[in-house]
């Protein structure tokens, strides 16, 4: 049961426009959720995040959108640049009572290529 | 300041035998949890250990286990290792406060069984 999924496995874009990456999840536990960017041969990276009593984040070209009605959440990237190109994983989890347990539940991670 | 290191970096072991892998966190970050991630499955969660106690445990067999040490660092064992053990072993640290949910990862260990 997955419960955290990137439907789009690769998304490629040109440089200097918008990149939307997506993710839905199944679990209504869910209340904070974050994206990772990952090279390979290294760890993710984390780029940006939202708690559920938001709609929206933004930190300089990257903003996520949480539509919580529908459980779907979405990576916009302004303006893309080539050195964007990674692979985007974005990653749920869920606080009991406020407090964090430490475990991400991760989506399958979209390919994004930005070409110049 | 020093980011999350994990050692070894590559690890090459034959059905059986047993593995213990290491991750030391940011200074100040008392939370280390660990991911394995595979081409099939992804990543997955493995464990959490916050001020040396397991908190939190994923679906993994009791073959994988893990401890923390005072000084945060953390270490994974896995006994009896099987083929699809093969993945990337990736450890995260977070300051573990109450709504504290970044993590930061290390560069992982490529564990390869054979």
């Known amino acids: 049961d997955q419960q955290v999924k990137q439907n789009s496995p690769s998304l490629s874009v040109q440089e200097g426009r918008i990149s939307i990456l997506n993710c839905d999840y199944t679990?209504?536990?869910?209340?904070?959720f974050l994206w990772y960017k990952k090279y390979p041969a290294e760890g993710p990276t984390f780029l940006i995040s939202?708690?559920?009593?938001?709609d929206k984040n933004e930190d300089g070209r990257f903003t996520v959108f949480l539509n919580k009605s529908a459980k779907h959440l979405s990576l916009h990237i302004v303006p893309s640049q080539p050195g964007d190109s990674a692979v985007y994983f974005c990653?749920?989890?869920?606080?009991?009572?406020?407090?964090?347990?430490?475990?991400?539940?991760f989506g399958q991670g979209t390919i994004l290529t930005v070409h110049p | 300041k020093a980011g999350v290191t994990q050692t070894p970096r590559y690890l090459i072991k034959t059905r059986g035998q047993q593995v213990t892998l290491s991750c030391s966190p940011i200074?100040?970050?008392?939370?280390v949890s660990w991911y394995q991630q595979t081409p099939g499955q992804g990543l997955q969660f493995l464990f959490e250990?916050?001020?040396?106690?397991?908190?939190n445990k994923g679906n993994f067999p009791g073959r994988f286990s893990g401890r923390q040490f005072s000084n945060s660092r953390s270490e994974m064992n896995v006994s009896t290792l099987e083929l699809g053990d093969s993945a990337l072993y990736l450890c995260?640290?977070?300051?573990?406060?109450?709504?504290?949910?970044?993590?930061?990862f290390g560069p992982g260990t490529r564990l390869t069984v054979l």
């Open positions: 990653a749920a989890t869920a606080n009991a009572g406020g407090t964090s347990y430490g475990k991400l539940t």
């Open positions: 250990y916050f001020s040396e106690t397991q908190r």
């Open positions: 939202i708690s559920s009593i938001k």
């Open positions: 200074s100040g970050h008392r939370s």
């Open positions: 995260a640290g977070r300051r573990g406060a109450r709504s504290d949910n970044e993590q930061f």
């Open positions: 679990n209504s536990m869910f209340d904070y």
